[in-house]
């Protein structure tokens, strides 16, 4: 199969440039497509260190570069932390092939921001997928999954980290018979009802902690909505005494077990305590936004 064909790794992140120096090790000459959304890139600047050609492009460049590249050879497309749509008329070329990497156990949490999402769902267990890439988004059939389970402490910036690096272990395991000419076999995805898709502008409960949610759910808010650094997700948000507050971090803090539900104001830091748990929540240094303020 890699006679005659190009190999192209669309993406961002880490496993994006980790793919491509592994095809690159192989003497298959790869090379790295990202869909530009800021002129900084870390990709770029990995890519150049590793000398591996690397392009950034709108979504409409990229369609057409595909087409031409269609238009010329075979090609194969591994799709990493990559958000551009691949249109019908390329993903249906004859000379089209391509797998899709995506931070799930599909058919579950297809779509944008999946970790977030199995942590605010508080699901025991999700994990990777690299899948077929077909017209519908997520929806191709399953090459290879890999189950992580998850405690009540991850937040989605650890769990990405965890979804990638097993996300390349999976890689790893079915490179081989891609590269060669056996028969690779897909398996068709289970039918789940009300599967759960998740669009870039979907944010768990629209970025609000609800003070009626009891203390595991209100936990798993702040940790899906948790990227660190990374603007993700918006800051999220509380309504507190007619006002809408945000805050710079979080943490847990022992202390007795509480008598009731309560949300008060201590020294800037909002302080939320559960009936019949000990542990509270602060909101550290919680402000209200100047566009909020009343």
């Known amino acids: 199969m890699s006679g005659n064909k190009k190999y192209i790794v669309i993406g961002s992140g880490k496993l994006t440039v980790q793919i491509a120096e592994y095809l690159k090790s192989e003497n298959l000459s790869p090379v790295v497509f990202e869909k530009q959304i800021a002129e900084a890139s870390s990709v770029r600047r990995m890519c150049e260190k590793k000398e591996i050609p690397y392009e950034a492009m709108d ?11 269609l238009s010329e050879h075979r090609i194969f497309v591994f799709s990493s932390i990559n958000t551009y749509i691949f249109p019908k008329k390329v993903i249906e070329h004859e000379n089209f092939q391509g797998i899709n990497y995506h931070n799930a156990l599909l058919p579950y949490h297809k779509g944008m921001n999946a970790e977030a999402w199995s942590i605010y769902d508080m699901d025991s267990v999700t994990g990777i997928t690299w ?8 929806e191709g059939e399953i090459l290879i999954q890999k189950k992580i389970k998850l405690d009540e402490n991850i937040t989605s910036l650890k769990l990405l980290k965890k979804q990638s690096d097993l996300a390349y272990e999976a890689f790893l395991e079915i490179i081989p018979s891609l590269l060669s000419d056996e028969k690779i076999k897909f398996v068709n995805q289970a039918n789940v ?26 936990f798993a808010f702040l940790r899906a909505m948790d990227y660190g650094k990374l603007n993700t997700l918006r800051k999220p948000h509380i309504r507190f005494r007619s006002n809408v507050y945000e805050w710079d971090k979080y943490k847990i803090e022992k202390g007795t077990e509480a008598e009731q539900d309560s949300v008060e104001i201590n ?16 909101l550290v240094n919680s402000y209200v936004p100047e566009k909020s303020a009343t």
């Open 267 to 282: 020294a800037n830091n909002i302080i939320i305590s559960k009936k019949g748990v000990a542990d509270r929540i602060i």
């Open 59 to 69: 979504s409409k460049k990229m369609t057409e570069r595909l087409l031409k590249e």
């Open 131 to 138: 899948h077929r890439i077909r017209p519908a988004i997520d």
């Open 193 to 218: 009802e009300n599967a759960s898709m998740h669009k870039i502008k979907d944010v768990p409960n629209d970025g609000y902690l609800s003070k009626k949610w009891d203390f595991r759910k209100t």
